[in-house]
């Protein structure tokens, strides 16, 4: 494989890509604050093992028949092996088979047969083979056909690649001599990575080989049985925490609703329980895992080990009992149980599902670590078997990995809208070329820099398991927040995501690397074995992602067949494409504006300065995409949403700074740092970074919240976030503020707030439809306008909307999404003329406000339609009193638009479920669906699924022989 000059980066804007969503609750005092040093140099514009748990004799003998044959090669092998694999523990698996008895705990399904292979050793197999199946298994073979077979069924018969029997010449140390020391690590570099690679095959193959073990959980630690999947789930992840070749923890992709919370729940539970049963039989015993654990954790990842750098590994001494009462605490870094870090938004949600899933007399002790008031003690958070704590916390508390890795150039923001790489600008990235190095460097600077320098309680303690739930979050590698998750120091790692890829396979490299799953957790080696197979064979090298993901991700779909059974039996989810037509007003001004945007793209491209424009280019696609919506977003912000601290802070402040700061906000290259689109509502923080509103608001959850820009740890708050009115009425001392953006305050009516676009006059109709329905359920009357008359005269849409007709269960709410708060605004006016009860849930509310929100639509049959935030709304709450989902405008990635949909379509959803996406003929939208799509055959590619969520093609032995041996 070429090496490439990771020293040559060509990623763009030096803009840190973060998407939080991250809930707030902003303060009610000023705080009386520095001016940052940058405003003192105005004009320089700088920003600032458990194999006990596995004796199955299905799984555990199905593994055998791998490693075993493996075992009978070990001695190349374990020659073969760098210092990094050498440290790992070896499964039991890699011993012949011997008969043992069944866990208790594990159920497996299927029945299970001996059969020998070449070596003489005997192993147990286990899938649901049937006479029939081996019949047919025999048929295959003699046809010498197996391409199609079920990976777990042919591979008996097959033997290893010889790779793994036979030690390569190759790989052998072959050094040039002493002096030769750049040939030297670059030949360990790879050795390492090749055997790290084989580590990934073994995993890939034991994977396919224990497709459908379950584990049951004794009786008294849940309050619900666990689904079918969710025993199957459980017990990979057992195995992945104790057994694992690689990094201990995974990715479990289950869709969204399919019960992840609830499956790791019953994670905690087990391997709680099955600790303490452990220490109470066997003292001894518990004394050698506890090494084990310890050598692992700083095994997990040789090159990027988060543990090298945020603290001594020798202040880290956990123990494996997840137990408050047994756990252990080492002299400086006290161990800790299970850390959650999810969105501030399903903080509550956890916090409910801990209480309620969980049987009284197996209850867990939990602390919800989130507001000022927070413990700063970290022995205390010790003391607790879960911490619940958010994305913005630990990006605040935990000190971050230096920016290690260099991309190759693709262009992040590009693709992140769906743009070429063409559009990349940012050249800025700081070059790191030597991660072995750095590591090795960071292990006592930042170890020590950790235990000293006041980094916040998350960051002292020595986590048993670290859980990311909504792990998207992290995608973007570069991001503070994803650096921060990967330097927490732990010795299990989950990440819990639906959509785990959300704009490109490089959304994986971050997993990679918080999970420390080598080679991959380093991008070097992800761009070398991962994304140059794919561009040079897409079809081989998905396959080969495919490979790499199914050692270390569980992803099971709502199409998924357990046994030819669905894998829950969810009512049916109908998708409508309502494509409606704008009025003839708005079709003119449509027209205007996207006639405007093509002038001024074709000036840029004619003068070669596209990718110079990459900004202004996205503030087009913008403001086409709000006239989508409505007109009236196209119009500047007239009124002042940061409230009366802020006003009184911009008072306050020198006149330069305060110009220096509108500035910064009215330049037309500003990107909201958080969401990086062109920011609605835009803001500045003291600091100089410019936001949405609702954005920045996430970030606002009390006295420790800092900006999330890169770079900046600048305390955030109301009173250091200004509105442009705010700075301008502060500069003129014109209270008034000066009129929004001359190209559109003209007095068209299409630009009134009373005006009803295309797309509410859509949402009123179905709505209307819904009414009727419900009235008929309660008798009472259909919409009504602000007359109270009968609502009439819509104008006719071309789409037809397929209606849950099952009324039994209480009146059909709505929930309607849009990006943008000033189209729920206009949305929320409409509601009111026409006497809808409705919630409202956006970014700015405070976690109590969102909570009260989603509580009254759940609950009071009177509210049938919630107004949600597409960017705050769109995860892991549970909102099934909902069937109607619709859509009023489009993300660059659909999975986030998925994600938004399935808070109504998930367990606990009795009725079918309609999900209505509005969007506009012959405009940018149905670019915009282009886009989507391809992004779905990407990550369809990537997991191996149809379209469907089905599997379409499933790997074989063969493949994995071809894809890891080469
Ligand atoms: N075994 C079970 N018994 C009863 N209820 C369950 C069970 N499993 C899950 N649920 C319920 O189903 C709903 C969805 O589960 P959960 O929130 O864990 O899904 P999820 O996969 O984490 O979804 P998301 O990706 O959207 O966060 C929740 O209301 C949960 O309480």
Avoid at 114 to 126: F, K, P, R, T, V
Avoid at 318 to 335: C, G
Avoid at 393 to 419: A, F, H, M, R, S
Avoid at 554 to 563: A, F, M, Q, S, Y
Wanted: glycine letters at 6%.
């Amino acid at each position: 494989m070429e090496p490439i000059d990771i020293s040559s980066s060509d990623s763009d804007l030096d803009v840190e890509v973060t998407r939080e969503s991250d809930a707030s609750h902003t303060r009610q005092s000023v705080n009386v604050r520095t001016v940052p040093q940058w405003a003192n140099k105005l004009g320089t514009n700088s920003r600032s093992t458990d194999d006990k748990y596995f004796p199955g004799n299905g799984n555990g003998g199905q593994l055998r028949t791998v490693n075993s044959r493996i075992a009978n090669a070990s001695a190349d092998y374990e020659k073969l092996s760098s210092q990094q694999a050498l440290k790992r523990t070896l499964p039991v698996s890699l011993e012949p088979y011997a008969p043992s008895t069944k866990s208790n705990n594990l159920v497996e399904n299927g029945s299970s047969s001996q059969i020998h292979d070449s070596y003489g050793n005997s192993y147990h197999l286990a899938g649901p083979s049937t006479s029939n199946d081996k019949g047919y298994m025999r048929d295959y073979y003699a046809k010498g056909n197996d391409d199609d077979i079920m990976m777990y069924e042919n591979s008996r018969n097959r033997v290893l690649p010889p790779s793994l029997m036979h030690v390569k010449s190759t790989s052998l140390p072959q050094f040039g001599g002493p002096s030769d020391s750049g040939y030297r690590s670059a030949v360990t570099e790879e050795r390492a990575a090749e055997t790290d690679e084989r580590l990934v095959y073994q995993a890939a193959l034991e994977d396919l080989y224990q497709p459908k073990v379950e584990a049951a959980v004794p009786d008294g630690l849940l309050s619900v049985p666990l689904l079918r999947h969710q025993k199957i789930a459980l017990a990979w992840m057992l195995q992945k925490e104790t057994r694992s070749l690689h990094c201990l923890g995974g990715i479990l992709a289950d869709d969204q609703g399919l019960g992840k919370t609830v499956s790791v729940i019953a994670l905690i539970q087990m391997q709680r329980s099955l600790q303490l049963k452990t220490k109470t039989e066997d003292t001894c015993n518990h004394k050698t895992e506890a090494l084990n654990l310890d050598d692992d954790d700083d095994n997990g990842g040789a090159n990027l080990d988060s543990a090298n750098q945020t603290g001594e590994s020798d202040d880290f001494k956990p123990v494996p009992e997840v137990s408050t009462s047994t756990r252990a605490f080492s002299q400086r870094r006290p161990a800790a149980g299970t850390l959650v870090v999810c969105p501030a938004s399903v903080l509550r949600q956890w916090a409910r599902e801990l209480e309620d899933k969980v049987s009284d007399e197996a209850k867990l002790s939990a602390l919800v670590y989130h507001g000022g008031t927070r413990t700063k003690d970290p022995v205390e958070l010790a003391k607790y078997d879960v911490v619940l704590t958010t994305y913005a916390i630990v990006t605040n508390e935990v000190p971050k990995q230096p920016l290690v890795d260099e991309d190759d150039g693709d262009g992040k923001n590009g693709e992140i809208y769906g743009l070429s790489s063409q559009f990349s600008t940012n050249k800025k990235r700081k070059k790191i070329s030597d991660v072995s190095k750095r590591g090795k460097k960071g292990r006592k600077g930042n170890g020590r820099s950790c235990i000293d320098s006041g980094c916040g309680p998350l960051a002292k303690v020595g986590w048993f398991r670290v859980v990311l739930d909504e792990a998207q979050t992290i995608k973007n590698h570069r991001t503070q927040v994803a650096r921060a998750c990967s330097s927490l120091r732990a010795k299990r790692r989950w990440c819990l995501s639906g959509t785990p890829i959300q704009n490109s396979i490089d959304d994986l490299y971050s997993y990679f690397r918080f999970l420390k799953y080598d080679p991959y957790a380093v991008y070097k080696s992800f761009y070398n074995t991962i994304k140059i197979p794919i561009s040079r064979n897409s079809l081989h090298g998905y396959k080969k992602l495919q490979a790499v993901l199914r050692a270390i991700m569980l992803r099971r779909t709502k199409g998924t067949l357990i046994d030819g059974e669905p894998i829950i039996n969810l009512p049916p989810k109908t998708i409508c494409m309502a494509k409606v037509d704008f009025s003839i007003e708005e079709r003119g001004f449509y027209k205007m504006l996207e006639s405007d945007s093509f002038k001024k793209f074709k000036a840029y491209a004619d003068a070669g300065t596209v990718s110079q424009n990459y900004a202004n280019i996205l503030l087009m696609l913008l403001r086409l995409r709000q006239a989508c919506d409505h007109p009236q977003l196209v119009k500047e912000y007239t009124s002042d949403t940061v409230g009366k601290f802020s006003v009184e802070m911009a008072r306050s402040l020198p006149r330069d700074m305060l110009i220096d700061l509108l500035s910064r906000l009215e330049t037309s290259t500003a990107i909201c740092c958080a969401c990086t689109d062109p920011p609605e509502d835009p803001v500045v923080t003291m600091c100089g970074h410019v936001f949405c509103y609702q954005c920045v608001s996430e970030y606002m959850t009390g006295d420790e919240n800092t900006c999330p820009a890169p770079r900046c740890k600048e305390q955030l708050g109301d009173d250091v976030v200004f509105s442009k009115i705010t700075l301008r009425s502060s500069i003129s001392d014109d209270v008034g503020g000066s009129p929004g953006n001359s190209q559109f305050t003209d007095t068209s009516m299409v630009l009134q707030n009373e005006f009803v676009s295309a797309k509410i006059r859509a949402v009123l109709e179905i709505l209307q439809k819904q009414c009727v329905l419900n009235s008929s359920i309660s008798g009472s009357h259909g919409l009504a306008d602000s007359n109270g008359t009968s609502e009439e005269g819509f104008i006719a849409t071309t789409y037809t909307t397929v209606h849950s007709k099952s009324p039994t269960a209480g009146p059909i709410k709505t929930i309607i999404f849009s990006q943008w708060t000033r189209m729920l605004d206009l949305v929320e006016f409409s509601m009111r003329q026409h006497s809808i009860e409705y919630r409202r849930l956006d970014g700015t509310m405070s976690l109590a406000s969102r909570d009260r929100a989603v509580k009254d639509f759940n609950t009071d049959p009177e509210i049938t339609v919630m107004l949600m935030s597409l960017k705050a709304g769109n995860l892991g709450l549970n909102m099934v009193a909902a069937c109607h989902v619709i859509l009023l405008d489009l993300w660059w990635n659909p999975t986030t638009e998925d994600q938004a949909v399935d808070r109504a379509h998930r367990i606990g959803q009795t009725r079918p479920v309609t999900v209505t996406r509005i969007t506009i003929k012959d405009t940018v939208e149905d670019k915009i669906l282009r886009l989507q799509e391809d992004k779905r055959k990407m990550v369809a590619s990537a997991f191996g699924e149809d379209q469907g969520g089905g599997t379409a093609s499933r790997l074989t032995v063969e493949d994995l022989k071809f894809l890891f041996m080469v």
